[in-house]
């Protein structure tokens, strides 16, 4: 099925916040072509009947109880940001989604 | 080489209980060890100089104060860097998490330091554990003591190294498609993958999270077994983590010793060997299962015939949660950030930063797990990876029917050489074809080592059904005792 | 472009809505969805965070369980079917107020589905299909620096918060309710005041829409009679019962002219703006979302018991129109009235006026009259005034003792409203109290006789009707504060 093109490569990388370069996009699309090729094999063994896995253990029903615990220092966590600024996280503007 | 080195876990944790040597000494011969050879192994990304000997002088007071120490206090060991430790930089092999110091401690962590282990630094790792010969690391190319020129396996790599040269005695690594049972295996050291679920994973930076699984290694099967018992256990904080009795792991490490296998029943999976294998992994494996076969087991062929889908699940699943999980890593509340020049927007800021803190097999598999989980391919890639998963599990169901263990090669080859496939990414992944399908079903699974190929060594793969982890410790243990002493015994000298 | 919009009743006349609701419910557990932070409204930024609601590496998620008793009681209320077997999912998009980059919410596999909401508009019963209930974590608060009034647009950066990171969102969506024509905006308004009211009884969260306890987004669609459903918008940022309502109204409006001028509607985010009362565009984003939804790995399935499902049936309060109905009853109100009632949001209140001893008389008259146009007036809900219960029902006891009369009892809630105390302290402070003191009154009616010796002949000569101009008189001198019955008998004393 695959034959990524570069395109495809760039909407991946769009969607995944990877800012690849043009020299990337050619890599990765014969890459990804391959990779893909390959692992579309699970396409011919999987029947109808067959139930997906999404954990392999058998549990149910993990639940804590509403009780409160300690949260970690401000100054200690914001110290590891990029940047900080009145006792938040500073952030480059965000791009503008309402008109 | 010191003599205190070149102890098993088990015997430097008796002599530090009994007074005859003082953890602070051990620590600080591994120490040592590490600064006499890690410029050619490279298996430490950070040694924690101050807090191994901090934790060592602890065990020591302990001692003095006549407390009852534990079954490993005071043993060295190296972490993967993928384990967050609190107040020590952590960064899972990645340039994006550069500098980060964790504010919290991995709950295997916390046992590990509760139990008296000295944490002697982080070890080398592929970026975010993707990869199988610790050349993903964006900082540094490990190297396996038996030949520098070749890989010690992937990702757990550093670890291996580290117990493979005599720098610690014990190590932490993960596993999510065969990271610690593939390098365990080229170095010539042991590695269980334990059942998943039955050590947390809260503190390990997450690759793929139905996958993952910490488990321990060591020189000797009942070293790793010592470890294993430290960090196993239900865990609050990990959903996934089971409400069971740890398996006695370490009881059935001192049974198999006395290589009696009578009325054990192994299965040979047909479809983990022949083509593709390595002759003399091939050799050393059919050697192996003459062992056991002499110790008394009842050995047969099974035929697990989904195996063979294994690779391709395996490569949807894990990639499909690790575009999930390594989405975080974002420039925003930790980790590296660039391109911030004040006119640049935040999305812009994200994409830039990472693009340049994250290596290529990274960006490759984010790409792959993107696609595989958009709309329109969800239902071909990974709803059915997610059948097939179903089928593996059939599969071992059904050997398990008549088998209480499987066992195959752990890797189809002895250590490639560096650089050999870093541009063949499939080639690269061929690398786990063993290991997978025990991590897809999450069943424990070891592998210790079953002689050499041309020098190198081989490793044995023994798999037991879910929670009963103490079956591969036996099996390993009846093994290693056939061969008198260790393999790693035979390893170079550096 | 400038286009003259229609009239809504030409609206009306010539399209059918359809709408459609989702309602976010943050939950008041005390701690978070995943994590052991506690959720108190207010705190300083970034002080109620942890590794788990920071999307730490490594760190794992676990879920509440009173989170989830919750949602399913929400459920029940809401008359849904309650799911055997569900899994969480992960919902990823980028987007900085949410840590791990992905929201950890419910796909296909709702915890509660199928269910129904009977609510009243203006004497008209509906029955509004509910889709699904499910549970998600809420984001993140983001501040916008540098540009205008706070918005993102011309910001320079922006600052992020993550304490409400994390606090459980239970999410209720509506089926399309169609057929509603004109009612439209009243049905979407009495949803969703109805809705509030039964999330408020079970006592699972505040549902305050001020503070984003409870948030509402409005679907909206419009067709020519008996063609196909329309192209829907989704509005947000609707943050009051009277939004929901002009948010409805507005959007129907604007998509009529859109289809007059032959335009097509365009499937979009829309956001509400309180002031102008009209939805704008949200910019269209380069690409679809593509969230690429996934059962989480990280927690194992729930799968609620019959025995724990019926256990928390047993909790449930009467509902919302069952009570009603009940204290209609106790009340002797009419239909309608107990329906002013009920869509003003204050059955609860006035309950609990009554409560603490007002008569349902008084409780009902404060509520619906003075406070309900204090809050109209300032565009709030009755319940977010500044006022409890227990002070209405004490100034009512005020004006059942003689001590206020009811001029002077709006100037005591007024005090209330203003922060200056309780009634008691409002009344000593500003002087409030009725004087009935026959020698402190009786210069001020002196006075008055003297000014008006017509009158005072007129009530000499039997006229004693005439009274009530020198009663007025005397209330003008005194600030209204006179008891105007010892102020009519000192006059015919006077005059007699
Ligand atoms: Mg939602
Ligand atoms: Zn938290």
Excluded at chain 3, 78 to 83: D, R, T, Y
Aim: net charge negative.
């Amino acid at each position: 099925m695959p034959a990524i093109s570069r395109e495809e490569v760039a909407h991946l990388a769009r969607l995944a916040r990877l800012a690849v370069t043009d020299e990337e996009l050619g890599v990765f699309a014969g890459q990804l072509d391959v990779i893909l090729g390959a692992v579309a094999r699970v396409g011919e063994v999987a029947a109808d009947d067959i139930p997906p896995t999404s954990h392999v253990v058998p549990v149910t029903n993990v639940l804590r109880p509403d009780e409160p615990r300690p949260s970690l220092d401000r100054d200690a966590v914001l110290a590891c940001a990029p940047a900080a600024e009145d006792g938040r996280f500073r952030v480059p503007r965000i791009l503008d989604e309402e008109a | 080489m010191s003599e205190l080195i070149s102890l098993t876990a088990a015997e430097t944790a008796a002599k530090i209980s009994a007074g005859e040597v003082s953890a602070r000494e051990v620590a600080q011969a591994h120490l040592d060890r590490i600064g006499a050879v890690d410029d050619r192994i490279q298996a430490f990304l950070r040694v924690d100089t101050a807090g191994a000997l901090k934790a060592a002088d602890a065990v020591d007071q302990a001692k003095a104060k006549g407390e009852q120490l534990g079954p490993l206090a005071g043993v060295p060991l190296a972490l993967k860097d993928v384990v967050v430790t609190n107040g020590l930089e952590t960064t899972s092999g990645s340039k994006i998490l550069s500098g980060w110091i964790p504010p919290y401690d991995a709950t295997i962590t916390t046992r590990m330091r509760e139990a008296g282990i000295v944490i002697l630094g982080k070890t080398n790792m592929d970026e975010f554990a993707m990869g199988s010969s610790t050349e993903n690391s964006a900082f540094a190319t490990t190297h396996n003591p038996w030949d520098l020129d070749r890989t010690p396996g992937g990702s757990s790599g550093g670890s291996s190294a580290a117990v493979a040269s005599y720098e610690a005695p014990l190590a932490i690594g993960t596993d999510t498609g065969g990271s610690i049972r593939q390098p365990a295996a080229v170095t010539g050291i042991v590695g269980h993958k334990p059942t998943y679920g039955s050590v947390s994973r809260y503190g390990l930076i997450a690759f793929s999270s139905s996958l993952d699984q910490a488990g321990p290694f060591g020189r000797t099967v009942l070293d790793a077994a010592l470890l294993h018992e430290v960090i196993a256990g239900h865990d609050p904080c990990d959903s996934t983590s089971l409400d069971v009795p740890v398996a006695p792991v370490v009881a059935a490490a001192r049974e198999g010793a006395n290589g009696d296998l009578a009325g054990l029943t192994v299965g040979i999976v047909r479809e983990l060997g022949g083509e593709g294998y390595e002759s003399g992994v091939t050799a050393a494996f059919t050697d192996a299962a003459q062992r056991l076969e002499a110790m008394g087991a009842k050995v047969v062929e099974v035929s697990c015939p989904h195996f063979g889908y294994a690779l391709a699940a395996y490569y949807l699943i894990a990639p499909s949660e690790a575009s999930s999980n390594l989405a975080r890593f974002d420039s925003v509340r930790y980790g590296l950030r660039v391109g911030d020049d004040g006119a640049r927007s935040l999305e812009e800021v994200m994409s830039l930063t990472r693009e340049a803190g994250f290596g290529p097999e990274v960006k490759r598999r984010i790409m792959i797990g993107t696609y595989a989980l958009s709309s329109g391919y969800y239902d071909a890639y990974y709803g059915q990876a997610q059948k097939v998963r179903t089928l593996i599990s059939r599969d071992f169901a059904d050997a398990f029917q008549t088998c209480d263990v499987l066992i195959s090669p752990a890797t189809p080859t002895v250590a490639f050489r560096l650089g050999e496939r870093v541009d063949d990414p499939m080639a690269m992944y061929a690398a786990d074809l063993c290991t997978l399908p025990a991590s897809l079903a999450g069943v424990p699974a070891i592998s210790v080592p079953c002689g050499l190929s041309a020098g190198l060594p081989v490793g044995l793969q023994v798999m037991a059904p879910a929670l009963a982890d103490d079956r591969c410790y036996r099996v390993a243990a009846a093994v290693e005792a056939s061969y008198g002493a260790p393999l790693i015994a035979s390893a170079p000298a550096l | 472009m400038t286009t003259t919009l229609p009239p809504f009743d030409d609206v009306v006349a010539r399209f059918e809505p359809v709408i459609g609701l989702e309602t976010h419910v943050e939950l008041g557990t005390r701690t978070k969805m995943f994590c052991g932070c506690m959720t108190d409204f207010g705190s300083e930024p970034n002080t109620q965070i942890c590794p788990v609601c920071l999307g730490l590496p490594g760190s794992l998620p676990v879920a509440n369980k009173a989170a989830i008793e919750a949602t399913i009681r929400i459920g029940l209320a809401l008359n849904c079917s309650i799911a055997s077997w569900c899994r969480f999912a992960r919902k990823n998009y980028f987007y900085p107020d949410m840590p791990k980059d992905y929201q950890i919410s419910q796909y296909d596999e709702p915890l509660c589905f199928e269910g129904y909401l009977d609510i009243t508009s203006e004497g008209q019963s509906y029955r509004i299909g509910i889709e699904r209930v499910h549970l998600e974590e809420d984001t993140g608060k983001t501040l916008h620096v540098g540009g205008a009034t706070g918005r993102i647009h011309g910001a320079t950066h922006s600052l992020v918060d993550y304490n409400r990171a994390g606090i459980p969102l239970v999410e209720i969506v509506t089926k399309p309710v169609p057929g509603i024509g004109a009612k439209a905006p009243e049905v979407a308004k009495a949803y969703v005041t109805e809705l509030r009211n039964l999330v408020r009884g079970l006592g699972v969260s505040d549902v305050r829409m001020e503070q984003g306890s409870l948030r509402c987004d409005v679907n909206t669609a419009l067709n020519l009679p008996g063609a196909d459903w329309g192209t829907r918008t989704e509005t947000k940022n609707v943050n009051s019962l009277r939004s929901v309502e002009r948010a409805v109204r507005s959007e129907m409006i604007r998509q009529a002219s859109v289809l007059d001028g032959g335009g097509r509607i365009v499937q979009e985010t829309r956001h509400f703006h309180e002031d102008t009362g009209v939805t704008t565009s949200g910019r269209s984003k380069e690409e679809a979302t593509d969230y690429r939804y996934f059962p989480e790995p990280d927690l194992v399935p729930l799968a609620p018991d019959a025995s724990w499902v019926e256990e928390l049936r047993a909790t449930l309060p009467e509902t919302p129109s069952v009570r009603r109905g009940r204290l209609q009853e106790a009340w002797g109100v009419s239909d309608h009235d107990m329906d002013s009632i009920a869509n003003a949001g204050a059955v609860e209140l006035i309950v609990a006026t009554i409560e603490a001893g007002a008569s349902s008389e008084a409780a009902r008259k404060w509520w619906l009259g003075e406070l309900a146009r204090r809050a109209n007036e300032t565009g709030t809900e009755l319940d977010a005034l500044p006022i409890t219960p227990a002070q209405v029902a004490a100034v009512a006891a005020l004006v059942d003792a003689g001590r206020v009369n009811d001029k002077l009892a709006r100037q005591v809630l007024e005090g209330v409203l203003a922060g200056e105390g309780d009634p008691e302290a409002v009344v000593v402070s500003r002087g409030l109290e009725v004087v009935s003191d026959t020698g402190a009154l009786g210069a001020a009616v002196d006075e008055a006789i003297a000014a008006n010796p017509d009158v005072a002949q007129k009530i000499r000569e039997g006229k004693v009707a005439a009274a009530g101009a020198l009663v007025g008189a005397v209330m003008k001198t005194t600030r209204g504060q006179a008891d105007a019955k010892v102020v009519r008998d000192l006059i015919l004393e006077r005059l007699s």
